[in-house]
């Protein structure tokens, strides 16, 4: 249980929308929109830019020649190449219109706090404006969210705060509430000087591409548009380009993407799920509907999962030279099944949206050992790897630890876990509840949360337990291991392969970097 105080009028983000304006899809209609819009000019590459702020928009449309060639694919299939903004993502445009919005009515002005709780593309848009005219910006981000975004936050002068990935989305402790908790303070103590521009509830997410994102489709395929593909996150973008494309190009068929795990799909029996709902591509999918997300002109949806998303990630790399996230490679890899499934043939036009770049995930998908870690890849062996590559982890056997030596109780404080990783010569402890494994807590991560300021010695160590837990086989080869210490910095090995819940008999062996080191340099034979 949170130790956190509640929020005290906490404003929920999935609230219905409000907005009952639809006369626009009907032909000939006059009625004026309620919203205020802003179409962009074209941008001239001959011409100089004001700031690095009209670099975002007008992103091209890119033939999608190889990846069509090696599925077969016969019409035009173009990627919207998002991460071309200024800031890397898709969420730059709404980063620059919400705040310019906001501007406009006379909410904010230079010099105030402009919070956000966001999974961290949306805090780069926000913390790239608000470098360049003059806010304070703190972002509020899960712990899931990569390394690269922190410091591309940082970079821009964003402070961030963390916070755990479990924590659902009304709970004291999510990223939510802590945004809300986060500007009371502030404002308490200087009223009137911070602001949440909230992307959940904030009308100006879609219309952002309403405006922008569908409107640059359009008119670079002159109004031709058979399929759009896009994955969704609060929907603003799903929503805004759906909206525009029904207006102008009645007969596309729209299609959003939500990850195994989250809820935003329809019909609502897709996000039947009986895992543990954790998914590791981020920026898309949520455990509640947000209220930008408008469903009614999205058309199909589909449910991605992580392995086909980063394996098409990199091929979108390594056949187009796009340079693109892991979502990206979610809805590209939907598209391609919604081309055969909706039969969209030779000279028809099909887009999916790409929303951000490889910069933010060096360290995740990009990483063969991250990949190999998680078995969405299988470890590659050569003749001149070393002689331990493909021994199975059982030969380990004689250098592992009793397992009771890393069980630990869910009261000890962080400082005395410290001094049992020290005396015990160990990389994790486990917390075990009516014999389930419940928890993990790595040497790696109690580091990474004190220095970052997110627990302090005193506070109980399962405040530092990892969001997920990594598992290999007994039968998987020490390659695979030595991947997992890479990527992980332990290894949790299962006599099997299970389901949800771990017994503690299930569990072969523990691996650190000392017993793997010993095992490796002891067996002189092969040295």
């Not at 609502?268 to 981020?282: P, Q, R």
């Amino acid at each position: 249980m949170s130790n956190l105080c509640p929020v005290k009028n906490f404003i929920r983000p999935d609230k219905p929308h409000g907005c009952t304006y639809a006369q626009s899809l009907e032909s000939g209609s006059k009625l004026e929109s309620p919203h205020h819009h802003v179409i962009k000019p074209e941008r001239n590459s001959n011409t100089t830019c004001s700031s690095i702020l009209d670099m975002v928009g007008n992103t091209p449309l890119v033939l999608l020649k190889n990846l069509s060639q090696d599925n077969g694919i016969n019409c035009n299939l173009y990627a919207k190449c998002e991460y071309l903004n200024a800031g890397g993502s898709v969420k730059d445009r709404i980063g620059i219109r919400m705040i310019e919005e906001a501007e406009r009515m006379g909410k904010i002005k230079p010099g105030d706090y402009i919070i956000e709780p966001t999974s961290g593309n949306t805090g780069i848009g926000l913390a790239l404006t608000c470098a360049v005219k003059g806010y304070k910006c703190i972002i509020v981000m899960p712990e899931k969210m990569s390394k690269e975004k922190n410091d591309v936050l940082k970079a821009l002068g964003a402070t961030i705060v963390r916070t755990p990935t479990s924590a659902a989305f009304d709970d004291p402790d999510s990223h939510i509430s802590e945004a809300q908790r986060i500007k009371e303070r502030l404002n308490a103590e200087k009223p009137g000087s911070a602001f949440i521009l909230d992307q959940y509830t904030n009308a100006y997410n879609p219309i952002a591409h309403y405006d922008g994102t569908a409107e640059e489709i359009v008119n670079q395929l002159n109004g031709k548009v058979d399929l759009i593909v896009s994955a969704a996150g609060t929907g603003g973008t799903i929503c805004g380009i759906a909206r525009k494309i029904k207006e102008r190009c009645p007969n596309c068929i729209v299609v959003g993407v939500d990850p195994v795990g989250s809820l935003l799909a329809m019909p609502n029996s897709l996000n039947n799920f009986s895992g543990s709902g954790f998914y590791e591509v981020e920026g898309i999918g949520y455990d509640f509907l947000p209220t930008v997300l408008d469903r009614k002109h999205v058309d199909y949806w589909y449910k991605s999962v992580d392995k086909e998303s980063f394996l098409m990630s990199r091929q979108l790399i390594k056949r187009e030279g796009i340079l693109c996230g892991g979502s990206s490679g979610s809805a590209t890899y939907c598209i391609i099944e919604a081309i055969k499934k909706f039969g969209i043939k030779e000279g028809q036009n099909a887009v999916v949206i790409l929303p951000d770049s490889i910069r933010n995930y060096m360290t995740k998908y990009l990483s063969d050992e991250w990949m190999i870690t998680r078995g969405f890849m299988e470890p590659t062996v050569t003749e001149h790897d070393p002689w331990w590559t493909t021994l199975p982890a059982t030969e380990m056997k004689s250098n592992l630890k009793q397992i009771d030596e890393y069980l630990i109780d869910d009261s000890v404080s962080c400082s005395k876990a410290i001094q049992i990783f020290k005396n015990k010569s160990i990389d994790i402890l486990l917390q075990f509840k009516d014999g389930i494994l419940k928890k993990v807590i790595s040497k790696k991560n109690v580091m990474s949360k004190l220095v970052l300021g997110a627990i302090t010695p005193n506070d109980a160590v399962s405040k530092a337990a990892l969001d997920r837990y990594i598992t290999i086989a007994s039968t998987d080869k020490l390659k695979k291991l030595q991947c997992s210490l890479d990527s992980e910095g332990y290894a949790i090995i299962l006599k099997e392969s299970k389901g949800v819940d771990i017994y503690k008999e299930d569990i072969f062996g523990i691996v650190g970097s000392d017993q793997f080191l010993e095992f490796i340099t002891t067996n002189n034979n092969h040295l």
